[in-house]
């Protein structure tokens, strides 16, 4: 039908808004489209194309924020703030020119931004030089993979969906393999795919990001990494680095290794990308309701942090990281193995990204099979080294939505685990009469002879407000006990965790004295106090400015709580709580 006036001014009003942003004019005019049909999600077309589109289609509902566009957002306005992966099978033609995405993935790898039409003439100069592999990658991505192919198919295209599928079906080597020779076999001949497994982790891996590979002790003592990189020994236990050499094996193979992908080169893609660059400022520009969490930019330990260190919130481009780990048998039960990654988290982005698979950041993963216990902190070594030059002097880095250059920085804000590794990054054993990392020597606890278990019932009714009818109350609690008169534990801030607290036990670092156990505990352990190593987060200049360090999953806590419930109530033998030694408990208590 007719189009009214009004319409079309305001489609007028926001072509200019849109071609007038940064982000827009970075990516030569180009831009996602608010229509109906593309609802921001297919990839970047002309202006021309997305003011036709707009015309014919009409705008797509609630975008009222024009925040891919480059307009702010508000948290009051209930728009959705998701965003959708560059591969799908529909490629935009844009005249006779098709926008393919895995153009734009290399263009976002490498930080140029080169065009869909094989004419390096516009290449724009890159903020740092990068070698030949970037025109190897659009090379393969430009060419097709065999005369007379659909456009967008090329070899880069085949090799990255191979990969994926790889990963996402846990494809053997040699079944890659398999599926490149069919490849070659059933293409027309001449065609460009790659011919084996090698050749495609090949091309593909111009494309990854950077990673070191360490070698461990094999009991998890100590890394062979910087003035330890060329001994053959562990310096604590003495085990061998090196499996024997036979007559298959010629290099020299290491008994235990970890993994270290570096979080630096990572947090600066997020600003290469067209995709993330610019709502990775959202955390420092949304505004949320006055008494209303609904992200963690909105917590009070985050407002604290910033309080105490206002030129790192200058920059609303730095990073606030979280750590989180636990550890699982990748072999099920049919033999022992653990493995333990730490896992990264971006807390810059908004609530439909924040939590998403891509942005959990895997930075940290030893080979097992053994459990690191105590010695988690020999393998967060290069991560803390990492974190401190982050902090202190940064990187550079180019934010692609605004074309400018800065100095990237970031700051670990806390971990969350479950209750065991919460010991393993704390330093703090959580078994115990001791266990509360927070009361600590203060915690409450009582042992049941029968069960010859600790128990911490009735040790919380000095946190109720005084006055509170449960205070007094003598009967479903312990026997005859009052608490009228019992006060909760002073809340201590880091500082006082680590001068009153740490510091007058003393305990040792494990990368100093070796993991696995060597350390020695302190005298009083698990009388006076708990403490088992100084955890390495420590090292961390900010650490000690922190009040919330660590934070308890919630997931495993409900689940435990929920298991004990069921199991009780459904009489499951060998896991119900109602027991004969809980009865003569109940009897004495």
């Known amino acids: 039908g007719n189009l009214s006036a009004e319409y079309v001014a305001e489609v007028e009003q926001f072509m200019t808004f849109a071609n007038s942003q940064p982000i827009v004019q970075s990516s030569r005019g180009k831009f996602h489209c608010p229509c109906s049909v593309c609802k921001n999600e297919k990839h970047i077309i002309s202006g021309r194309r997305v003011s036709s589109h707009l015309f014919s289609q009409g705008f797509m509902p609630d975008y009222y924020v024009w925040y891919k566009h480059g307009e702010e957002m508000n948290m009051d306005i209930g728009t959705s703030y998701t965003d959708r992966t560059y591969f799908s099978e529909n490629h935009e033609e844009v005249g006779n020119v098709v926008e393919d995405p895995y153009v734009d993935m290399v263009n976002d790898a490498f930080n140029f931004n080169v065009g869909y039409d094989d004419n390096y003439q516009n290449l ?15 090379e393969g991505a430009n060419n097709p993979l065999y005369d007379g192919c659909r456009e967008g198919q090329s070899q880069l295209s085949l090799a990255s969906r191979l990969m994926h599928n790889k990963a996402e079906y846990n494809m053997s080597e040699k079944l890659v393999d398999s599926v490149c020779e069919m490849f070659t076999d059933f293409l027309p001949e001449g065609n460009q795919a790659t011919t084996s497994h090698y050749q495609t982790e090949k091309l593909m891996r111009n494309l990854g990001l950077p990673y070191h590979t360490i070698d461990v002790c094999q009991n998890n003592c100590m890394l062979f990494w910087k003035e330890d990189e060329k001994e053959d020994q562990c310096r604590f236990c003495g085990a061998k680095r090196w499996k024997p050499k036979d007559d298959r094996r010629r290099t020299k193979v290491p008994y235990s290794r970890m993994w270290y992908l570096p979080i630096g080169d990572r947090l600066k893609r997020m600003y290469q990308s067209h995709k993330t660059a610019a ?4 955390h420092a520009e949304h505004q949320s309701k006055e008494g209303e969490m609904n992200h963690p930019s909105n917590a009070a330990e985050w407002r604290y942090f910033q309080e105490l260190h206002p030129q790192f919130v200058e920059e609303p481009r730095n990073v606030y990281l979280g750590l989180c780990t636990d550890g699982f048998n990748p072999f099920g039960m ?3 193995h653990s493995l333990w990654p730490v896992i990264l988290t971006p807390y810059n982005l908004p609530l439909g990204m924040c939590m998403n698979t891509e942005y959990l950041f895997l930075t940290i ?7 690191p216990r105590a010695s988690l902190d020999v393998f967060l070594q290069p991560l803390i080294e990492e974190l401190k030059e982050l902090w202190s002097t940064g990187v550079d880095a180019y934010d692609v939505s605004l074309s400018q250059n800065f100095n990237l920085k970031a700051v670990l804000l806390w971990t969350i685990s479950d209750f065991p590794a919460y010991s393993m990054l704390s ?7 001791l266990s509360c990392p927070i009361c600590m020597e203060s915690t409450k606890s009582l042992y049941l002879p029968n069960g010859r278990k600790t128990c911490w019932f009735d040790c919380h009714r000095r946190f109720l407000p005084h006055g509170h009818p449960s205070r007094r109350n003598r009967k479903d609690f312990l026997k005859g006990r009052d608490a009228s008169s019992e006060y909760p534990p002073e809340s201590l801030t880091g500082e006082q965790v680590y001068y009153e607290r740490l ?24 009388k006076e106090h708990n403490w088992h190593k100084e955890s390495i987060l420590w090292e961390l200049s900010y ?39 809980s009865r003569l408990a109940i009897e004495k208590f």
């Open 124 to 138: 724009e100069e890159p903020v740092r030089n990068h070698s030949n592999k970037f025109y190897d990658l659009l």
């Open 279 to 282: 709502t990775m400022r959202w």
């Open 334 to 336: 049919s033999r022992n």
């Open 365 to 371: 993963l030893n080979s097992g099979p053994n459990h």
């Open 427 to 433: 330093g703090w054993t959580t078994h115990g009469k």
């Open 503 to 526: 510091a007058s036990v003393n305990p040792p670092k494990t990368k100093d004295v070796g993991g696995n156990g060597h350390e020695k505990k302190m005298r009083g352990y698990g």
């Open 543 to 581: 650490w000690k400015d922190l009040n919330l360090r660590h934070n308890i999953d919630v997931m495993h806590t409900e689940k435990n709580f929920l298991d004990n419930i069921m199991n009780t109530l459904l009489r499951v033998k060998g896991k119900s709580k109602d027991n004969i030694m």
